[in-house]
């Protein structure tokens, strides 16, 4: 199907509208809108960071999955306390596949679940005393973890348990870091205020624990990856990268990161950021009181794997320039052989992407590397300095949606026709069931990684896994059949 012009973009959009009532239709307008890639800033065009439209299907996390599910919770030595009822643990969970390297229930605890279980006697009586009696139980039960967070979940917030001080008290009794994390689901817009007041309590209660310490050995080419998660392994496929230009890799935040590696990283001379949305917040704070400058990189896609290595090094000495081309002139023959076995099978294919974090513009590049088009992005919980990064990357008059319902989405994927859908596992089934091919790209469906050379071999192998799959072939998709009777079979089955 050929793209769609500006104007008919436009009636689209106006015609999906036209379903809701008339106030939900003027707030839902706001957030859908047509790329124009002339406009400078996003707020022009379209508004985010606002509550969902209630009765909608919003696909968005809230505060608690923010802070546990992205920042604190691959911290692999650290236990965190989900500080509540035994769901919103139970549910977070080892949900995003951070790769980590130790041994579980020893010296890393990511797959663990570790939770106040909350009564109805919690409610009434506060769960103070059992948050304070579970911190001495896991000191018994797992002596070599390095510190203890406390992710609260809404009733802590609602009774006002005194999680600060209970924490307070145990940072004295066990001689370790415990960080109280006021990240109550209800707090907030969506997951985003979690990935803040997450940052905010390693602001508060982790970063200074070196300052004046003399005794890490320092170098001129000290990194720091921040807002990379090791989903499916990516960065450790980006760390290679950055070792073999020659920088050293003091920390990683936080996927396979540490408490150790978030202490040291005022020492470090830059921050890079993959993962803007969730961790600007705390870059900006170590700029402002550290000097510590950041920079954003992109690692999806040879073309922008170059862009950032260059970027990258363009602020270091000449070593270091010379060491990102040897590095790039070394995958080139790697990645070129993807592109050439891949590239004939995926060229003209075109793609909608709906997910959250970096994702609805990282990825563009990689897809167009393979001759492949993105044809409509959104973002669950960006903000307008997310829709400011991604217009320039996007063609004029294709789609930009902000916390798409699943209406709308669902809408705009009939008319538009793409080949391929991007989104998560909420969606990933209502499409296939569509008959139209779909990678859940919030942990990559299980494979991975993305990131870096090797992760682009592996990109391009699952778009053509699942673009080319024939079981597309065997989907009888009832609205695409044009006999009325197979139709109200299928309807009746």
């Not at 009822?85 to 643990?89: K, N, W």
């Not at 969970?93 to 980590?100: L, M, Q, S, V």
């Not at 009794?173 to 209800?186: N, S």
């Given at each position: 199907m050929a793209a769609l012009t500006r104007e008919e973009t436009e009636a689209l959009i106006q015609e999906v509208l036209e379903v809701y009532p008339e106030q939900a239709r003027k707030d839902r307008a706001k957030h859908l809108a047509v790329n124009d890639q002339s406009v400078e800033k996003s707020n022009k065009c379209i508004t985010s960071n606002r509550k969902s439209q209630p009765g909608t299907m919003t696909i968005r996390g809230c505060a608690y999955a923010g802070s546990k599910g992205v920042v604190w919770g691959p911290i692999k030595d650290m236990i965190h306390i989900s500080h509540g009822?035994?769901?919103?643990?139970q549910?977070?969970?080892?949900?995003?596949?951070?790769?980590?390297?130790?041994?579980?229930?020893?010296?890393?605890?990511?797959?663990?679940n570790f939770t106040s279980d909350f009564q109805e006697k919690d409610i009434v009586f506060g769960g103070d005393k059992k948050l304070a009696k579970i911190m001495n139980e896991i000191e018994q039960l797992f002596p070599l973890n390095k510190g203890i967070s406390i992710q609260s979940e809404c009733p802590i917030g609602l009774i006002g348990d005194d999680i600060e001080a209970v924490a307070k008290k145990a940072n004295k009794?066990?001689?370790?870091?415990?960080?109280?994390?006021?990240?109550?689901?209800?707090r907030g817009v969506s997951q985003s205020l979690g990935h803040h007041i997450a940052n905010d309590a390693i602001?508060?209660?982790?970063?200074?624990?070196?300052?004046?310490?003399?005794?890490?050995?320092?170098?001129?080419?000290?990194?720091?990856?921040?807002?990379?998660?090791?989903?499916?392994?990516?960065?450790?496929?980006?760390r290679t990268l950055l070792e073999e230009m020659g920088l050293r890799v003091v920390a990683q935040w936080s996927g396979d990161g540490t408490i150790a590696e978030m202490?040291?990283?005022?020492?470090?001379?830059?921050?890079?950021i993959h993962c803007y949305r969730s961790m600007n917040y705390i870059a900006r704070h170590m700029e402002e009181k550290y000097k510590i400058p950041w920079i954003e990189y992109n690692f999806f896609g040879p073309t922008k794997i170059a862009e950032s290595l260059r970027k990258i090094a363009a602020l270091f000495d000449e070593t270091i320039k010379a060491g990102a081309e040897k590095v790039i002139a070394k995958y080139e023959s790697e990645y070129?052989?993807?592109i050439d076995k891949y590239k004939p099978r995926l060229q003209g294919k075109r793609v909608m992407l709906y997910v959250g974090g970096l994702r609805p513009r990282h990825v563009i590049g990689a897809y167009e590397d393979l001759g492949m088009e993105v044809v409509g992005t959104g973002y669950e919980f960006g903000h307008n300095d997310d829709y400011d990064r991604t217009i320039k990357e996007m063609g004029n008059a294709t789609l930009i949606y902000d916390d798409v319902t699943g209406y709308e989405f669902e809408e705009f994927v009939k008319r538009v026709k793409p080949d391929l859908i991007g989104s998560g596992i909420k969606e990933k089934y209502i499409f296939q069931k569509m008959g139209i091919p779909f990678r859940q790209m919030h942990s990559w469906d299980y494979s991975g990684p993305y990131h870096g050379y090797d992760g682009f071999a592996i990109f391009a192998r699952d778009m053509d896994m699942?673009?080319?799959?024939?079981?597309?072939?065997?989907?009888?998709?009832?609205?695409?059949?044009?006999?009325?009777?197979k139709v109200a079979v299928a309807a009746g089955a």
């Open positions: 009822p035994v769901g919103c643990g549910y977070s969970r080892a949900g995003r596949r951070n790769y980590y390297v130790g041994t579980t229930g020893i010296n890393t605890f990511g797959t663990m009794e066990i001689g370790k870091p415990v960080v109280p994390v006021r990240c109550e689901g209800f602001r508060d209660w982790v970063l200074e624990n070196r300052d004046g310490d003399e005794s890490f050995p320092t170098t001129p080419y000290d990194v720091a990856v921040i807002g990379d998660y090791n989903i499916g392994g990516d960065a450790w496929a980006s202490e040291k990283t005022p020492k470090v001379k830059l921050n890079l070129q052989a993807v699942t673009l080319n799959n024939p079981c597309w072939k065997q989907v009888n998709v009832p609205w695409k059949t044009a006999d009325s009777t």
